[in-house]
């Protein structure tokens, strides 16, 4: 399919921009009017779309068909907390108790697995994995964060997630890491506030993205999206040397996406939001202003997941921005190059196998048996 996108309209180019969440588990005629209206270049499926594997593979082959342009198809599927299938397969462990266990064997095989079920499914995105570092003192902050990390240091991080991501992207399923630049120091849930996340510039390059930076410099080019998060980072500003004043969360802000993801560590492919309905951003900024101050920072696409109503009025905001110039032609350019990129990477989905999947979901009830996790318990 072409994706350099040169024949779609001012409204379908922006569009693309927009990564979008629906309603329920059918294209019922509320959801096929959203998509109509947006275009959006990607879908993110929650535990709200899933009923069955055949359910859901219906649902993205018919979304499929009514785009023009073939579609990102995302979802959170991490383990443990962050599990949208588990309703249809096994539940999957999550990071932590695999890097307790030191498998690294087993950071591989989840990789892998949650890859071919999800292509069986119709995916060809996971947003995961996740890169915060959780030390021991971080372990007791509220943020959400707790079982989802590979480890304590940059190093075990980056070993447990590069070897994920090996396994992940070894079956054609993209990941993504996330969030940038570090959600581990946060005292609270960016779903519900705003992390404020007092640490320096030095201390970040050096502790929370140490693993990030890794993985951009490595000849083989593992890192193909990032997710930023919507932490606010007070005691940075990468241009001026200076703090840099008004809390804004770090996926609207230009000195942490252009300044610091892009410029200063050299990061130029996709890049998308956390969630803009996230109490982080919901709760300080409307939708209009928000999704014109991402795409203003240097985000390419914008996870809008819930609403439909904010959905429009992020899009209709977008359109505006551009037609009167607050957004420039070159700015819009840069981000449908880049999705345009990672889209030719997309591969097909696999054809559906519902025994295949049900092979895969006792791989993973293997892998919980190996590490002695039980969906429920601690964690």
């Given at each position: 399919?072409?994706?350099?996108?040169?024949?779609?309209?001012?409204?379908?180019?922006?569009?693309?921009?927009?990564?979008?969440?629906?309603?329920?588990?059918?294209?019922?005629?509320?959801?096929?009017?959203?998509?109509?209206?947006?275009?959006?270049?990607?879908?993110?499926?929650?535990?709200?779309?899933?009923?069955?594997?055949?359910?859901?593979?219906?649902?993205?082959?018919?979304?499929?068909?009514?785009?023009?342009?073939?579609?990102?198809?995302?979802?959170?599927?991490?383990?443990?907390?962050?599990?949208?299938?588990?309703?249809?397969?096994?539940?999957?462990?999550?990071?932590?108790?695999?890097?307790?266990?030191?498998?690294?064997?087993?950071?591989?095989?989840?990789?892998?697995?949650?890859?071919?079920?999800?292509?069986?499914?119709?995916?060809?995105?996971?947003?995961?994995?996740?890169?915060?570092?959780?030390?021991?003192?971080?372990?007791?902050?509220?943020?959400?964060?707790?079982?989802?990390?590979?480890?304590?240091?940059?190093?075990?991080?980056?070993?447990?997630?590069?070897?994920?991501?090996?396994?992940?992207?070894?079956?054609?399923c993209l990941g993504c890491v996330k969030h940038f630049?570090?959600?581990?120091?946060?005292?609270?849930?960016?779903?519900?506030?705003?992390?404020?996340?007092?640490?320096?510039?030095?201390?970040?390059?050096?502790?929370?993205?140490?693993?990030?930076?890794?993985?951009?410099?490595?000849e083989d080019r593992m890192v193909h999206a990032v997710?930023?998060?919507?932490?606010?980072?007070?005691?940075?500003?990468?241009?001026?040397?200076?703090?840099?004043?008004?809390?804004?969360?770090?996926?609207?802000?230009?000195?942490?996406?252009?300044?610091?993801?892009?410029?200063?560590?050299?990061?130029?492919?996709?890049?998308?939001?956390?969630?803009?309905?996230?109490?982080?951003?919901?709760?300080?900024?409307?939708?209009?202003?928000?999704?014109?101050?991402?795409?203003?920072?240097?985000?390419?696409?914008?996870?809008?997941?819930?609403?439909?109503?904010?959905?429009?009025?992020?899009?209709?905001?977008?359109?505006?921005?551009?037609?009167?110039?607050?957004?420039?032609?070159?700015?819009?350019?840069?981000?449908?190059?880049?999705?345009?990129?990672?889209?030719?990477?997309?591969?097909?989905?696999?054809?559906?196998?519902?025994?295949?999947?049900?092979?895969?979901?006792?791989?993973?009830?293997?892998?919980?048996?190996?590490?002695?996790?039980?969906?429920?318990?601690?964690?």
């Amino acid at each position: 399919m072409d994706h350099d996108f040169a024949s779609l309209s001012l409204e379908q180019k922006i569009g693309q921009l927009l990564y979008i969440g629906l309603p329920g588990p059918e294209l019922d005629r509320d959801a096929r009017a959203l998509i109509e209206y947006v275009q959006p270049g990607g879908i993110i499926i929650f535990g709200r779309n899933v009923v069955s594997p055949e359910q859901l593979r219906s649902l993205l082959d018919q979304i499929r068909e009514m785009l023009p342009v073939e579609p990102l198809f995302g979802i959170d599927q991490e383990g443990g907390l962050v599990d949208r299938l588990r309703k249809i397969a096994t539940p999957m462990p999550p990071a932590r108790v695999i890097r307790q266990k030191g498998d690294l064997a087993g950071a591989r095989t989840l990789g892998r697995v949650t890859g071919e079920m999800l292509r069986l499914l119709g995916f060809n995105m996971n947003f995961a994995p996740v890169l915060s570092i959780m030390t021991e003192e971080r372990d007791v902050l509220a943020n959400g964060l707790y079982s989802r990390s590979f480890g304590r240091s940059p190093g075990e991080v980056l070993g447990y997630a590069m070897t994920y991501l090996r396994g992940l992207q070894g079956t054609g399923c993209l990941g993504c890491v996330k969030h940038f630049p570090g959600l581990g120091a946060g005292e609270v849930d960016s779903h519900e506030e705003m992390p404020v996340i007092p640490l320096s510039h030095d201390d970040l390059i050096a502790h929370d993205l140490a693993p990030y930076i890794e993985l951009f410099t490595r000849e083989d080019r593992m890192v193909h999206a990032v997710m930023v998060g919507h932490g606010c980072y007070p005691n940075i500003s990468v241009r001026q040397g200076v703090v840099s004043g008004p809390l804004i969360p770090a996926s609207i802000n230009p000195e942490i996406v252009d300044g610091l993801l892009r410029t200063e560590l050299g990061f130029n492919e996709l890049v998308v939001t956390d969630d803009l309905e996230m109490g982080a951003v919901a709760k300080y900024y409307e939708i209009e202003d928000a999704a014109v101050r991402a795409i203003n920072a240097g985000e390419d696409m914008l996870l809008i997941c819930a609403r439909p109503d904010l959905i429009k009025r992020g899009r209709d905001a977008l359109l505006q921005a551009v037609h009167e110039g607050r957004i420039s032609e070159e700015r819009l350019a840069e981000s449908l190059r880049r999705i345009a990129e990672f889209k030719a990477r997309v591969q097909p989905p696999l054809p559906f196998d519902l025994e295949r999947f049900r092979q895969l979901s006792e791989e993973i009830a293997a892998l919980n048996r190996r590490l002695d996790y039980t969906y429920g318990g601690k964690i």
